[in-house]
């Protein structure tokens, strides 16, 4: 059974058709990207997962119960976790702190948030900077610690929303090696991502939308030697140079 | 722990001595009006410094806890100390449908709102003579001739204010009104609902400020709807104190509730009394017109004061402590 499932999802702004009945599942334990061009609709999808905005028609649903109207945070609490494109750390905070505010969902005492959070942080490769105030990091670790925050709320499912935007070579390997290992623990991801290096290094299946609706649905060959693909991205007649990917 | 807390520490056993050292009535009474101050000042930094949620309607809540305990005397003739344990709770039961109403929307709402429900409760507790007797306000015995008594309530009220911010910070709650404060979608995103922990955080503030409003009452013995729900007096005022001494920080209010206290007594006795004495010395002239000018613009001298504060100090006093420090070596 697929562990998330959107069926016909819709979103309209006003007259405009944000993404436009898109259907996709996504199966347990695998990475899943989501790609298209700026302004196609893929953060629109996660912001009606997440229930940021409701969805205009069309359902989603979780480990086979519908959550299309479930509130924000009762979806995570559901397990399912996301990191902000524009990432949206606690400011005035410590990184440990972000994070133990984030492990207070599963945790009952200060003390146990406290270790779930250090665990988290450890696991993520931040624990060097517990101490700072997250307004002070740079841009590659605030992404960290929105990946980090969403860990510690022990998703199930986690959205990635353009993790390595802004980030430098070296610091996108990193990137793709913590997406790799949090899949390994277990949690199902779903990842929107421009930087094709990366979606295409980590996805077992890329889904492409334009305009708010589906092109094509494959493995990261397929998808990056579909005509359609390549068009959107590059214009009509532009060439393949992803295909060798 | 100590060591850091030594300031807190010698301020806490000077208050607890002040009465005996202190004959003088005028100076008990103005430390009085602090300490109330200070627990005010708290409930108001724990919605607005902690939670971010901006409110100009503290008074609505220090009128009902006031009213309250007036009401009980002087209706059901139940001694107004029942205020005590009744006027937070009661507050709090007007906070209520308040914040399920406009808790739910985004931006200046709640503050917009929050002003209304002040200037609402003054205008009900105006008009609803029957029940409030209006203008004329409320009158009851007060229980004790001293102010000692009254001291160390309200000296009990602003340290249990206190304790209670100082749990709150340490616990889940805190850490769900900071992420609010800072960021609502990414407090939700985490699994915070957003608008159940705002009503708790609106619910501890209107506890706190009625049980203040409802110890006026007893030490006053007198409210009437100009006092209790004055707009400049109490809202502003519980901005002003959280402000100046600095918002977001446990010690900001109990700071700022001396200066206000002060610049406040400074402007309405005319400089303790020294422009008066000033008058009388110099025979009349220009000087009792001035006077009466300079104790009337308590409230002007409040604005210009936040303008300099939020311009040398935009963190208040205990915020930027240590920037005032530096100055001070330099200097």
Known sequence: MAILEVKDLTKNFGGLRAVDSVNFAVQPGEIFGLIGPNGSGKTTIFNMISHFYPASSGSIIFNGADITRTKTHQVCALGIGRTFQIVRPLKRMTVLDNVIASAFLRCRTMGEARKAAEETLEFCGLTPYAKHLARGLSIASRKRLEITRAMATRPTLLLLDETAAGLNPGELDEAIALIKQIRESGVTVVIVEHIMRVIMAISDRIHCINHGQTITEGTPREVANHPEVIAAYLGHGGGGQYADH | ?331
């Open chain 2, 1 to 331: 722990m100590l060591r850091e807390r030594g300031w807190e520490l010698s301020l806490l056993a000077v208050l607890l001595v002040f009465p005996l050292a202190v004959q003088d009535a005028y100076f008990r009474h103005l430390m009085i009006l602090v300490l109330l101050w200070v627990t005010i000042g708290t409930g108001w930094n724990l919605l607005a410094g902690y939670t971010g949620q901006v409110s100009f309607g503290t008074a609505a809540f220090f009128g009902v806890g006031a009213y309250t305990a007036g009401l009980l005397a002087h209706h059901l003739e139940i001694s107004a100390w029942w205020g005590l344990l009744l006027g937070g709770p009661l507050a709090v039961l007007v906070g209520f449908p308040f914040g399920w109403i406009s808790f739910p929307l985004r931006g200046a709402y709640f503050a917009l709102g929050s002003l209304a429900l002040g200037e609402i409760m003054r205008l009900l507790a105006t008009v609803w003579e029957s029940l409030t007797e209006g203008m004329v306000g409320i009158l009851i015995m007060q229980t004790f001739v001293s102010k000692v008594p009254y001291y160390y309530l309200a000296l009990g009220l602003a340290l249990a204010s206190i304790l209670v911010m100082e749990l709150v910070t340490r616990s889940r709650l805190g850490y769900y009104f900071v992420s609010i404060r800072e960021d609502q979608d990414a407090a939700a995103s985490i699994g915070i609902d957003t608008t159940r922990y705002k009503m708790v955080s609106l619910s501890l503030h209107a506890f706190l400020t009625g049980t203040a409003g409802a110890l006026y009452m007893n030490y006053m013995g007198f409210i009437d709807p100009q006092v209790v729900f004055s707009l400049s007096d109490i809202s502003i005022m519980a901005i002003l104190v959280v402000i100046v001494g600095g918002v977001g920080t446990i010690m900001g209010p109990v700071v700022g509730a001396f200066v206000m206290v002060a610049v406040q007594e400074i402007f309405r006795s005319g400089g303790f009394g020294g422009l008066k004495a000033l008058t009388q010395a110099v025979g009349g002239g220009f000087l009792p017109v001035l006077t009466k000018y300079i104790t009337q613009a308590h409230v002007l001298a409040f604005g210009v004061l936040v303008v300099v504060v939020i311009m040398t100090l935009p963190n208040g006093i205990v915020g930027d402590w240590s920037r005032i420090k530096r100055a001070l070596r330099r200097g």
